[in-house]
């Protein structure tokens, strides 16, 4: 079985800079890559981000020079560190996992409001 636990969503400025984490527990399998997708209201959810097990990472063009994605091997942890927060990154925020023998499993979202 596996579980997320997702957290650092909530309402933040322009500007602002949280980071956003997803926990996975995966019962013994081994976890390959893992990332982040959004979900804003009325579109379809869109790649953000996602890191290798080695480290490597890939962006959405939207997101290149603001987010930096990293994860913890030893904790099955992903964070996403989000700077120079805009409006328009207003969305669910979904992490997911590739575990090995089993394919991707997602958390259940967070949700990241950038208003005044």
């Known amino acids: 079985q596996v579980q997320f636990v997702e957290s650092g969503g909530g309402l933040v400025q322009p500007g602002g800079s949280p980071r956003l984490s997803c926990a996975v527990s995966?019962?013994?399998?081994?976890?390959?890559?893992m990332g982040w997708y959004c979900q804003a209201p009325g579109k379809q959810r869109e790649f953000i981000a996602s890191?290798?097990?080695?480290?490597?990472?890939g962006y959405a063009d939207s997101v290149k020079g603001r987010f930096t994605i990293s994860r913890d091997n030893d904790k099955n942890t992903v964070y996403l560190q989000m700077n120079s927060l805009k409006p328009e990154d207003t969305a669910v925020y979904y992490c997911?996992?590739?575990?090995?023998?089993?394919?991707?499993?997602w958390g259940q979202g967070t949700q990241v409001t950038v208003s005044t």
């Open positions: 997911y996992a590739d575990i090995i023998t089993r394919g991707r499993s």
């Open positions: 995966r019962s013994g399998f081994g976890i390959a890559n």
């Open positions: 890191i290798t097990r080695s480290g490597t990472t």
